[in-house]
């Protein structure tokens, strides 16, 4: 099959069979269109297009590592000169790989959302939704062009804003969705001056031809300025991607994005959308690999994220926020490994994170679920004996999560620490101390939820339980979370004052077979996937001709010098620095959690000043409010009061009325009706014209 190119309809197939799923149920399924299809024609649509979308995925993916590639334009929208505007794909191993992770990890969701919204008056829009999103996600992911890129970097957005405020009557999801969608707008706007720059020099938008003219790139300056003009450019869209992936300081939206009902979590921001920004920069690695500036810029971002997003993880209360604060932190650590070069290390470790950090995300969905709708940790214990599938499920995703030797987490983040003390630019020592200090915050955040909910006293149905969360769905949705429950709770719902949670005397139960599936099917590669894949993908030539790292960036090269096998790296991992401060979180946390409770509480007491910094989020969204909101409210108000009441309004409508008026008024007064009144001013009129033009009369 060596160099066969791939059948475009097969390949268009792909992202329209989510698409086809997702018109059937968005308008067939809901008011748009009158309701003619009902719930279970909604999701077999939906749930058969990304399935179908999972099969072609992996087709590609194999023809694709026999030697079969595609690179070329399926449909050409406009040409404006020699500019080309058009939909096309490029599909090597490093878009086929994102494909079948994507339409894995979105068939998973897809099928749990049969449970977890069977009770949800908006089930039919929210399949319709998800199956939008990842038709939207392989659009980005396929696209050979900035311009389909920017479409599916749009569309991802757009849906995840649908997604957030998915319970749109309540507040806090609209605040939630929006603030969201503000603050990629930031990033956006970055993205598409970074576009803007490569295509006013380029003249082009195709990412080969781009790509191709890379050195004379290099060789350009901003106009007006000393600065590189591929720094720049590097730079605009990786603000592109701190938006889009979350990163310091952008990365506010993404905690608040819990308001949305979990399943949404783990497909937007477990797997994909907040991948995004990761896929480009290694798309994008033979134009960054030009500029160390950018590197270094990268490198330090990530390591803030990393490291400070992890000590926010550690106070959380809510068993999905927990789960988001570990998603910042390792997407801090795949950006942290493409300021390091290492662009396979980055996407491998986005590969293996997809997969256990949407398995946490279910499984603390179906947590939420037994616990019927309650979200605070600390009103649960003990659930490892009533839910056994979900208990082993998340465990084995916590110990993928924190790097334990042979799960899939361990190969990917080992290699990205390794990788960052081989890379030798600006920020590099920062960088090594915040990826190894996040192992251990990692590793205690990680389990002091897993002993809070799985082990230890059962806290849950009593009277005076801690304040719950207040992500839930009104009773005009749902009446909670959108979960599924049993009879006695639904019962529960139609008296005013039901309980949000369990009642005294419940117990938990484990979920129903299609919420538990999906974690046992992401439990599977959450094991094994890291160990089976980072042969060829860090060490092989999977990569190869897809992803560029210069001569001058050696973390690849001593990375492959170093690696002898899998299972070698697994046992020399037993005795390296992050499995100790790994395995020194853990035993922090059962110490803190199960054996002496009072550590926490003289902590608290302690450095009451470090918690309340750290409940506060850093001031980051205070900070925003005051300095951005409050400048744009400031600029709005004195917009509003000078450049439309005053300038506008009194002066262009108001004062061109006035002197309309004062000129009628001169006006009136010659106009008398007198006939003898207008022959005089004729006489004037032409005594006036003989004087003025008398001395250009020729004299005889």
């Not at 086929?96 to 749990?112: E, G, K, N, P, Q």
């Not at 730079?235 to 819990?258: N, R, T």
């Not at 690695?285 to 990393?306: C, H, K, N, Q, R």
């Not at 979370?481 to 529960?492: I, M, N, R, S, V």
Request: charged residues 10%; negative net charge.
């Amino acid at each position: 099959m060596a160099g066969q190119l791939l059948n475009p309809n097969l390949l268009l197939a792909v992202p329209l069979a989510p698409l086809a799923g997702a018109a059937i149920a968005g308008l067939l399924g809901t008011q748009f269109l009158g309701n003619l299809v009902g719930r279970k024609t909604s999701h077999t649509a939906t749930i058969l297009g990304v399935l179908i979308a999972f099969i072609l995925s992996v087709q590609t993916l194999l023809a694709v590592m026999d030697g079969a590639t595609f690179n070329g334009t399926i449909y050409n929208w406009m040409t404006i000169g020699t500019l080309k505007m058009e939909v096309g794909f490029q599909i090597d191993s490093l878009s086929a790989m994102m494909m079948c992770v994507v339409t894995f990890v979105s068939l998973m969701v897809h099928i749990y959302t049969i449970g977890y919204m069977k009770d949800d008056e908006g089930y039919n829009r929210f399949f319709a939704y998800i199956s939008l999103f990842t038709f939207s996600m392989l659009m980005l992911v396929m696209a050979n062009n900035f311009l389909q890129l920017f479409f599916g970097w749009e569309a991802v957005g757009l849906v995840s804003y649908l997604l957030i405020g998915f319970w749109y009557q309540r507040p806090t999801a609209i605040v939630a969705n929006m603030k969201a969608f503000l603050v990629n707008r930031v990033g956006d706007f970055g993205f598409i001056l970074g576009i803007g720059l490569l295509l006013a020099y380029a003249g082009t938008m195709n990412y080969q031809e781009v790509f191709a003219k890379k050195d004379e790139l290099a060789l350009l300056s901003l106009p007006g300025t000393d600065w590189a003009l591929l720094t720049v450019a590097c730079i605009c869209l990786f603000i592109g991607a701190m938006g889009k992936s979350a990163q310091f300081p952008l990365h506010v939206w993404l905690p608040d994005s819990m308001e949305g009902p979990t399943p949404i979590s783990a497909l937007i921001h477990a797997a994909t959308m907040v991948t995004a920004g990761i896929f480009m920069v290694s798309r994008m690695s033979p134009l960054f690999e030009l500029s160390d500036t950018a590197l270094s810029f990268i490198l330090v971002i990530g390591s803030i994220t990393a490291l400070f997003m992890g000590f926010l993880g550690i106070i959380q209360n809510d068993i999905k926020r927990v789960v988001a604060y570990s998603t910042l932190s390792q997407l801090g650590y795949m950006t942290v490994a493409l300021g390091s070069s290492a662009y396979s290390v980055a996407v491998f470790h986005l590969m293996t994170h997809a997969f256990f950090k949407a398995l946490l995300f279910l499984g603390a969905g179906s947590v939420i679920i037994g616990m019927h709708h309650d979200q605070d940790i600390r009103n649960m214990g003990g659930l490892r004996k009533y839910m056994p599938i979900t208990w082993i499920t998340s465990l084995i995703g916590s110990l993928a999560l924190i790097g334990t030797p042979l799960f899939s987490g361990f190969y990917s983040k080992d290699s990205i620490i390794e990788a960052v003390e081989a890379t030798h630019i600006w920020g590099a020592g920062f960088a090594q101390f915040a990826v190894l200090a996040g192992v251990f915050v990692t590793a205690f955040y990680s389990f002091r939820m897993y002993f809070l909910v799985f082990h230890g006293k059962e806290r849950f149905g009593q009277a005076h339980a801690h304040g719950h969360d207040d992500h839930h769905a009104p009773k005009a949705a749902h009446g909670a979370h959108g979960d599924a429950h049993d009879d006695h709770h639904e019962e529960e719902e139609e008296d005013d004052h039901a309980h949000h949670g369990l009642e005294p005397g419940q117990k938990p139960h484990e979920s129903p077979f299609v919420v538990w599936f999906p974690l046992v099917m992401l439990a599977i590669p959450s094991l094994i996937i890291g160990y089976l894949t980072i042969g060829p993908m860090l060490h092989g030539d999977f990569f190869k001709g897809v992803i560029f790292v210069g001569e001058n960036h050696p973390a690849m090269e001593e990375l492959s010098h170093e690696f002898h096998g899998a299972m070698a790296m697994a046992i020399h991992g037993l005795s390296t620095a992050p499995f100790w401060l790994a395995l020194s979180g853990v035993v922090a946390a059962y110490y803190c959690y199960m054996v002496n409770p009072r550590v926490p509480a003289w902590f608290f007491a302690k450095f009451h000043a470090i918690h309340t910094l750290l409940d506060n989020k850093y001031y980051m969204d205070k900070f925003n409010e005051v300095v951005f909101a409050g400048g744009a409210r400031l600029l709005g108000n004195g917009l509003w009061n000078f450049g439309d009441k005053k300038l506008i309004d009194g002066l262009l409508v108001n004062g061109s009325a006035k002197v309309v008026a004062w000129l009628s008024s001169l006006s009136r007064v010659l106009q008398t009706g007198y006939i003898y009144h207008y022959a005089f001013v004729m006489i004037l009129g032409v005594l006036g014209f003989l004087i003025y033009f008398l001395p250009f009369w020729p004299a005889k």
